[in-house]
């Protein structure tokens, strides 16, 4: 099994970037998606979300608007989305799959927004 994320990097704010969740060795068709984030001091927090297979999607208030999240299922992946960034979204980028009995994290991503 993996989950591998990629597509962080430094970017100014009020630029755009774009988070890939990649995923091997289980159903990725049968399993909820959702990217979380952790800044520095503070506590994993839910960034977005997509249902199975591919249904209906949710966000923190913090990104709302900003930020979209979609799958491919034919690629066995995940994508964030992420305009208008602010220097309060930099943190490292955890994608979760989560199925009815199993739950996989990636390894992360560091996003950082900064002039």
């Known amino acids: 099994v993996q989950v591998v994320e990629s597509g962080g990097g430094l970017v100014q704010p009020g630029g755009s970037l774009r988070l890939s969740c990649a995923a091997s060795?289980?159903?990725?068709?049968?399993?909820?998606m959702t990217w979380y984030r952790q800044a520095p001091g503070k506590e994993r927090e839910l960034v977005a979300g997509i249902t199975r297979p591919g249904g209906s999607t949710y966000y923190a208030d913090s990104v709302k608007g900003r930020f979209t999240i979609s799958r491919d299922n034919a690629k066995n992946t995940v994508y964030l989305q992420m305009n208008s960034l602010k220097p309060e979204d930099t943190a490292v980028y955890y994608c979760?799959?989560?199925?009815?009995?199993?739950?996989?994290w990636g390894q992360g991503t560091q996003v950082t927004v900064s002039s």
């Open positions: 979760n799959a989560r199925g009815r009995i199993t739950d996989y």
């Open positions: 060795g289980f159903a990725f068709v049968n399993y909820q």
